[in-house]
């Protein structure tokens, strides 16, 4: 997002949607790799007995295990006291005519 104003306009649940994507994002990034050393490693990586370490790429990375991780640390839903305030002096201020905004 390159426009302030647009920011601005923001709900507070369309920024953590927003936060959630750019997350998910990185997460896929993350594991491309780790899929990429994966199959780097599947070339050369045995054990004493010549067999591979890792049988499946899942051994080596557990993409669901991961964004668990990532979606529950990513949202925090606790919505800050002052903007609850804020909130309702603009609520009061529009009943009153006082705000045209």
């Known amino acids: 997002m390159k426009d302030f104003n647009v920011a601005r306009r923001m709900t507070v ?3 953590n949607l927003r936060i959630k994507g750019y997350l998910l994002k ?5 594991r491309d790799i780790y899929l990429s050393a994966f199959v780097n490693r ?3 990586a045995a054990n004493s007995k ?3 370490v890792y049988r499946e790429f899942e051994e080596f990375y557990d993409y669901e295990k991961r964004k668990k991780q990532v979606l529950s640390a990513s949202v925090d839903n606790t919505i800050n006291p002052k ?3 804020r909130a309702n002096r603009v609520k009061e201020l529009r009943e009153r005519g006082g705000l045209n905004v």
């Open 83 to 85: 903007i609850i305030d």
């Open 50 to 52: 010549g067999e591979y």
């Open 13 to 15: 649940k369309e920024y």
């Open 26 to 30: 990185r997460l896929e990034s993350e």
């Open 42 to 44: 599947n070339v050369k």
